[in-house]
């Protein structure tokens, strides 16, 4: 399997794994709610924006010649901290009828190789809070769970509340050797 760094004829296939993607995501939050009905509403300029932009880069995944999934990846640092320079998993997909292949573990053992290629330290990924088989994953790729973030004002509505106390995401952290 290659990850191969999209360009502007890529544009459809990142949306349309986008779509998907982010379609799964609202079962887990009302924040996660798209104002898309559709995949035909969702503008490019997005994912256009990324091809000029040097801290992120988008690939779509590619097995025997047909693409599978895609990444987008986007570099960072924290200048403070020991571990300073690192590499997010921003998105990641397998096309349903390619996972449980050991695809998505070759793209995670790809994206340390291009880690440690830029000089980043370490690689950081966020994923749903009750999306067990994302945390599993990661949990099994070897990342480390480091904090939990809440999402939304407290007190300003009932139904903000419940999505302050429900709407959580788990960070997960992975040293490079």
Known sequence: MKLVEATTGDLDALIERWYDLAKTMEDYSELNKLVYEDVNEVPDDGFRAHLNDESITDYVLVHNNETIGFLTLSEGQHSSRHYSQYLR????????????????????????????????????????????????????????????????????????DWLYNNGENTYLYGNLP
């Open 89 to 160: 998993i921003v998105n990641l997909a397998i096309d349903e009828e390619y996972r449980n292949q050991g695809h998505g573990t070759e793209v995670i053992e790809r994206v340390k190789e291009l880690a440690r290629e830029r000089g980043c330290d370490h690689l950081k990924v966020s994923c749903e809070w009750h999306n067990e088989d994302a945390r599993r994953f990661y949990r099994n790729t070897n990342f480390q769970p480091k904090q939990a973030d809440h999402h939304g004002p407290r007190s300003l509505t009932p139904r903000l």
